[in-house]
Nanobody, 123 residues
Framework: VQLQASGGGLVQAGGSLRLSCAAS????????MGWFRQAPGKDREFVAA???????VYADSVKGRFTISRDNTENTVYLQMNRLKPEDTAVYYC??????????????????WGQGTLVTVSS
């Protein structure tokens, strides 16, 4: 599976961005999919996940501001990010989890990763 993440950029605090993650090489509609992020000097952290089994899960830090969704016809997962804050600045990665798996928050649950897209939120 290859994942191509896009949609990152520079935005002012309070603004919005929509990230996309296009999968190729495999149909991922029945797989758990996740978004993670890594800020400079910090560990990679969970942001959101979606699965066929149990729907969507979010990190507390983004709950109410971010929305994960998927378009199975396009084999793509999205992350709509609203009311962005400077602390959301990071490289955002999408990842493929297990088939028929639940929405997981651990990086070890995901086997395939995209290359990342940089989101910078200015204050």
């Amino acid at each position: 599976v290859q994942l191509q993440a896009s949609g990152g950029g520079l935005v002012q605090a309070g603004g919005s961005l929509r990230l996309s993650c296009a999968a190729s090489g495999r149909t991922v509609s029945l797989y758990a999919m996740g978004w993670f992020r890594q800020a400079p000097g910090k560990d990679r952290e969970f942001v959101a996940a979606v699965s066929y089994v149990d729907g969507t899960v979010y990190a507390d830090s983004v709950k109410g501001r971010f929305t994960i969704s998927r378009d199975n016809t396009e084999n793509t997962v999205y992350l709509q990010m609203n009311r962005l804050k400077p602390e959301d600045t990071a490289v955002y990665y999408c990842a493929v989890g297990p088939k028929y798996g639940s929405s997981r928050s651990g990086t070890g649950e995901y086997a395939y990763w995209g290359q990342g897209t940089l989101v910078t939120v200015s204050s």
